[in-house]
């Protein structure tokens, strides 16, 4: 049987118009705090997250949302300073933010401000990681030095075309393209430690 006409008869369902739309990316500017724009960002980049993905998420969660709707202090989020910044967010996310902003007459911005709060409990966490995989990294490096010294005594033992030495060499050149990719992550994530 050709595969395509398999294909063709199978029922799927067919996504709709609206949920296609609501896909679409769309800018919507906001006030929030710099601690809550850098949260945003030190998440998505720590965690190799697009920030569009991870707003989508935070925001999408309307039970999470209802809650803070409920729970929101206008009075105390008006009084902290605040920056714009402008995000792109899916068209469906910006819809439930608006709906439930109506709703519970609770400020967009303050919605995404504490929204975004949730997002405290994992830099947490993930600095506590980030400070174990530099110890890591630490004894990384010094297996590296120690594994270097022994492929140099090999060579002058052994000769550099011997069958051990080749080996070792090219077990160094892992160990070493691995110690690097390390440093190079660590080094990505390391706007979590000022946070």
Excluded: C, W
Aim: proline content about 3%.
């Amino acid at each position: 049987m050709d595969k395509r006409k398999h294909l063709e008869d199978m029922e799927l369902p067919l996504p709709s118009p609206e949920d296609l739309r609501g896909r679409q990316s769309v800018r919507a500017t906001f006030k929030l705090s710099s601690r809550a724009i850098d949260a945003l960002s030190i998440v998505a980049a720590h965690l190799g997250i697009k920030q569009k993905s991870l707003f989508d998420h935070l925001i999408e969660d309307v039970d999470a949302l209802n809650f803070i709707a409920k729970e929101i202090e206008a009075e105390h989020f008006r009084t902290t300073r605040r920056v714009q910044k402008t995000y792109v967010i899916s068209r469906r996310t910006l819809s439930y933010l608006e709906r439930i902003s109506r709703e519970f007459d609770a400020p967009r911005d303050a919605l995404v401000e504490y929204s975004i709060q949730r997002l405290l409990p994992v830099i947490n966490r993930e600095r506590k990681k980030h400070h174990q995989r530099k110890q890591v990294l630490d004894a990384v490096n010094g297996h590296l030095e120690e594994g270097l010294r022994l492929l140099e005594k090999a060579k002058s033992l052994l000769g550099e075309n011997d069958p051990v030495s080749a080996r070792l060499a090219v077990a160094m050149s892992a160990y070493l393209n691995a110690q690097r990719a390390i440093e190079a992550y660590i080094e990505k994530g390391s706007g979590i430690e000022d946070f």
